[in-house]
Structure formats: C-alpha cells, structure tokens
C-alpha cells in the first residue's frame, strides 16, 4: 500500500487543522493507520491511531481531547482532525499503517511497515 499525507500548513495557536492520509494499492480498512510526529531534533513519536478491526482509536496524552482520528473507508482514507493547535505541536506529521500492528504495539513506530512521505504542520503567531 502506498501512502499520501497532505494537509498540513501554518496556524496560529488556537487554530484547526485536518490532515489527510490517503491509501493506494490496498484495502486500507485492512491495516491499522497511526500518525507520529517528529520536530526538530527530536525522535519521531506517537500522536494517533486507529485500528483495523473495531475501529478503535488511541492517543497520545499531549493530544487527547484536542486531535481526532477518523476513517472513511469509501474514500481510502484516514484523517486527523488537529483542534486547539499549540506551537508544541509543530512538527512533521507522518501517517503510517500495518495489518499486523498488535494492541501492545500500536504507539510504536516500529510497528508499522508502510510511512507516508510527511507534512509540515506550523503553530505560530
């Protein structure tokens, strides 16, 4: 499966932005779909994911309550709906995705065989 993440851009704190991650070459309702992130010098980590099965969905701390994770199946597609943004959250945002990924392991990025290529996502005034 190949994927596209798009999306991203310059808000001010406060502001909203929803990204998109679009699946070719797969059923993407298949895999289980997470987003990591990774600013400057820092490890990528993990901010959202949803699981194939089920639907279920889990978050970093740094994010609940503010980001939303959501699937469309029709549309092979995942998003994530950024609410509330904070210039912590810049970052390069990357979705990524596995059918295999077990519950213990949905946070870690190593779980996951298929990345997208990443958008920059800005919180500044």
């Known amino acids: 499966v190949q994927l596209q993440a798009s999306g991203g851009g310059l808000v001010q704190p406060g502001g909203s932005l929803r990204l998109s991650c679009a699946a070719s070459g797969g059923t993407f309702s298949s895999y289980s779909v997470g987003w990591f992130r990774q600013a400057p010098g820092k490890e990528r980590e993990f901010v959202a994911a949803i699981r194939r099965s089920g639907g279920h969905t889990y978050y970093a701390d740094s994010v609940k309550g503010r980001f939303t994770i959501s699937r469309d199946s029709a549309k092979n597609t995942v998003y994530l709906q950024m609410n509330s943004l904070k210039p912590e959250d810049t970052a390069v945002y990357y979705c990524?995705?596995?059918?295999?990924?077990?519950?213990?392991?949905?946070?870690?990025?190593?779980?996951?065989?298929?990345w997208g290529q990443g958008t920059q996502v800005t919180v500044s005034s």
């Open positions: 990524a995705a596995d059918r295999g990924v077990i519950l213990s392991e949905i946070r870690n990025k190593d779980g996951y065989g298929y």
